[in-house]
């Protein structure tokens, strides 16, 4: 089509007309704008953002994703259209963002964390500065149906990675496992289990449940059969890939996600329950047949110390909480304090002090008090509620928010069991929640690959939510 239309304009041009290849350069300047190089590179962000801090171990001196949202950053403020594109997405109830990210900074400032690694990228990464602003700016950007769709196929095809990774990881061969350091015994902790490129169980299990979520979208929006069947392996590695971290909040999480996928696929749910039920089976029989995995899951369940050393470490939050309510201990701080502030139980002893607090509403508490706590509670709540509420105009629309159901569900079971400091999984927990809003107010959302159970009526309008 592109160059059919270059074609044309040098068949109708005059003799001064200029050359072919500075026709053909304005038809992709056309086609490729500052928006899309924005887009693209959030997405490429994404990608990095799997590395999970472990750049340093591939070579590289920063984060690719760190590289790739500077980019994105420079190229959105040196285009005036796409700033003033972006600045329209903002509201006047955005302002609370700013609350919990002030009282944290005010927080590592007092006690001296913030020019620490941990410290500042925690609040960029955890907190909430990035996923913040994935949530108000991106949504402006999926503006067409081929970003939704480049989107969701990048989230299906991030989770057949993850999961094919977990799979490998576990049960071998190493040598098709990337990067090397995954299969590292010394890089990290928690080795014996599908901890992907985050060296984190949980995160990468939080990454894949996600992926699973994207994969049942493309069920029922994508009508390509090819397409279909990439995205139903790509569910099948995902929820695999999940029961192989071998952590407990993520089972429990993996199961209501499970869960609600089954009760909200709509025609899809012919596909996924089937899928759902082999899936069981070859859980079960993985547990059952492979003796490693068979050790590895009794070993899980049976092992009480990390129970009790989480609720130890739980247990210390709460008396931080007593005696320092407004302020906590500092931000980032309670893992080096938390000494102070373990007593011995009567239950079950002392084994492992040192770790942080393992609810992640309990643990800001503990840090920064209860009023920086209720105020990140308050925008999570808020921007949940505006998600859950707006009314999709499409099957499209009703399908991504059908989706944020169990990304929420998920992200929540495992935010109560674990800490969440995790870049990947809190920047897809509010992107997704940043574009729901979106496409149900842009009323005919985009269809995806093919034909679609409800076809968009042409690109969608930038909406400001």
Not at 43 to 62: H, Q, R, W
Not at 195 to 212: E, H, K
Not at 325 to 341: A, H, K, M
Request: charged fraction near 10%.
């Amino acid at each position: 089509m592109l160059l059919g239309t270059v074609a044309r304009q040098m068949l109708q041009a005059p003799a001064a007309a200029r050359p072919a290849h500075t026709v053909l350069n304005e038809q992709i300047r056309r086609r490729f704008d500052s928006a899309d190089a924005v887009f693209l590179l959030i997405v490429l962000a994404l990608f990095g953002m799997c590395l999970g801090g472990n750049a340093s171990k591939l070579g590289l001196p920063i984060s690719p994703d760190r590289v790739f949202l500077a980019l994105a950053i420079g190229v959105a403020a040196s285009d005036r259209t796409l700033r003033s594109s972006l600045a329209s997405a903002l509201q006047r109830w955005h302002v609370v963002f700013l609350v919990p990210i002030a009282i944290a900074i005010g927080s590592a400032l007092h006690v001296g964390t913030l020019t620490t690694t941990a410290g500042l990228f925690a609040i960029l990464d955890s907190l909430g500065v990035v996923p913040f602003l994935l949530f108000i700016f991106v949504p402006v950007l999926v503006d067409s149906p081929a970003r939704l769709r480049v989107l969701l196929t990048a989230l299906i095809g991030m989770g057949a990675y993850l999961g094919a990774t977990a799979f490998f990881e576990v049960l071998g061969p190493h040598s098709f496992v990337w990067p090397g350091y995954i299969v590292d015994p010394g890089a990290g902790i928690l080795f014996g289990r599908a901890r992907g490129p985050f060296l984190q169980p949980a995160a990468n299990g939080m990454v894949m449940l996600t992926s699973a979520v994207a994969c049942v979208i493309a069920l029922r929006t994508w009508r390509r059969r090819a397409v279909k069947v990439g995205a139903v392996l790509s569910l099948v590695l995902c929820l695999v890939g999940a029961a192989l971290t071998l952590t407990r909040s993520v089972w429990i999480a993996e199961t209501l996600t499970v869960f609600v996928l089954a009760l909200t696929s709509g025609a899809a749910r012919k596909l996924v329950l089937p899928g759902i039920a082999a899936l069981a089976l070859g859980v079960f029989a993985l547990v059952t047949l492979v003796p490693p995995v068979q050790t590895a899951v009794d070993s899980r369940l049976s092992d009480t110390r990390s129970g009790y050393d989480r609720l130890i470490a739980n247990d210390a939050a709460m008396r931080v909480l007593e005696q320092n309510p407004l302020t906590g201990v500092g931000w980032q701080r309670f893992s080096q304090v938390e000494g102070d502030w373990v007593r011995q139980d009567p239950d079950y002893s002392i084994t492992n002090v040192g770790i942080s607090v393992h609810n992640v509403l309990l643990g800001y508490a503990a840090e920064i008090g209860l009023p920086g706590a209720a105020s990140w509670l308050v925008c999570f709540v808020a921007a949940t509620a505006i998600a859950v509420r707006a009314r999709p105009g499409s099957a499209v629309s009703k399908a991504w928010q059908h989706g944020l159901f169990a990304v929420v569900i998920g992200w929540v079971v495992v935010a109560m069991l674990a800490p969440v400091n995790y870049s990947l999984p809190n920047a897809l927990l509010w992107l997704w929640l940043g574009l729901v809003p979106h496409l149900c107010h842009a009323g005919s959302g985009p269809a995806g690959r093919g034909r679609s159970e409800s076809r968009p009526s042409g690109p969608l309008p930038v909406s400001t939510r």
